[in-house]
C-alpha cells in the first residue's frame, strides 16, 4: 500500500450500468439485480460489495494508477434515457473514497480475507471467477471469455487496486443529472472515457445534485 502523495484529489468516471440493455433490463427483473450496478462481468466497480475495488480492468493504466487513498471517485452512467426519464441524461450513482491501496490483487485479496470478506468481482485471483453471463449486459448470448482475458493480462500489466469506501450510492433510483447541469459546472460536458480531475467546488455541487428529487420529464 503506496502513502498518499499530495492532496486528495476528486474524479469524474462513466460506466455502463446493468439496465442499458434488454438483457440486462431481464436480469434485473429475473434475478432481482438493482438496475444501476455495473452491468460487466468483473463490475468495474462491484458497487453492492461493502468495500468496492477499483482496478485496472476497464481502463488499464488510464486511470486506477492516477489513484491515491484520500481521493474521490464520483460515479456517473453513461448518456441515456434511463428508468421512466424520457430526455437524454446521466445518472449520479455513487461517490466512493480511495481508502487503500494495494500494487497486486494478490496482496488485495489477503486483505479481503483478513476482513473476512469475499473479494469484490472484479478481483482477480484464483477462486474468484466472472459472474455467469446471465447476470451482465449480456444476457442470452455465449458468454466471451475473450473480455475475461482481457482483465486478467490487465490485472498481470497493472495490478494497481483501490479499495474504497462508499460516500454516496444509489444503485434503485438514482439522481438525474442533466447536460445544463454539467454545463453549468464545467462549461462543457467533461469526456469520461479517461477520468477527468475535478475540483472540490465542483465536487460539492456534484453531491447537491443527490438532494433533489428525481426529475421525470423533459
Sequence with gaps: MNDHEGAPRSYLCSYWP?????????AVLKYGLPPYVNGLSRREPDFEHRAPAITASSRGRNFAPRLRPGDTVVYTTTKGRWGEVRFAH??????????RRFEAHAEAAEWYRRQRMDPPSNLL????????????LHHGR???DAWDDVCLA??????TLLVC???FLALHDPPVVTPDD???LFDTVPNTRTPPEIT?????????LTERPTRRAA
Excluded at 490487465?154 to 495490478?159: D, L, N, T
Design 182 to 184: 454539467l454545463l453549468a
Design 154 to 159: 490487465r490485472a498481470a500489466e497493472v495490478g
Design 142 to 144: 455465449v458468454h466471451d
Design 200 to 208: 472540490e467546488a465542483q465536487l460539492d455541487r456534484l453531491l447537491a
Design 18 to 26: 446493468l439496465c442499458k440493455t434488454a438483457g440486462g433490463r431481464q
Design 165 to 167: 469506501a462508499p460516500r
Design 90 to 99: 446521466w445518472r449520479l450513482v455513487a461517490v466512493l473514497e480511495v481508502t
Design 125 to 136: 485471483v484464483d477462486g474468484n471467477p466472472p459472474l455467469p453471463v446471465a447476470l451482465t
